[in-house]
């Protein structure tokens, strides 16, 4: 079980790189500038949501170094 304390958190909506450019360290730079503006901000955490079916983006966040902190759940009616 995980404990958090009450954090400012820097919220990631979403990363998009072009499928040319994917590969050459345009998303990594982006994830960082992104990590420079919340620490400049008295940020600690870092948060963002990734599509399950999203195998690549999946990827990418885990060799950035991001842990599954939840599950999300939908149902259609």
């Not at 998303?27 to 420079?36: F, H």
């Not at 990734?50 to 149902?75: H, I, K, M, T």
């Amino acid at each position: 079980m995980h404990s958090f304390r009450s954090d400012l958190v820097v919220s990631l909506d979403q990363i998009a790189v072009v499928p040319d450019a994917a590969g050459m360290g345009v998303g990594s730079a982006l994830l960082e500038a992104v990590r420079e503006v919340g620490r400049k901000a008295g940020c600690r955490r870092l948060v963002t949501e990734v599509w399950d079916f999203n195998e690549g983006a999946r990827a990418f966040y885990d060799a950035a170094g991001f842990r599954r902190l939840n599950v999300r759940l939908d149902q259609l009616l």
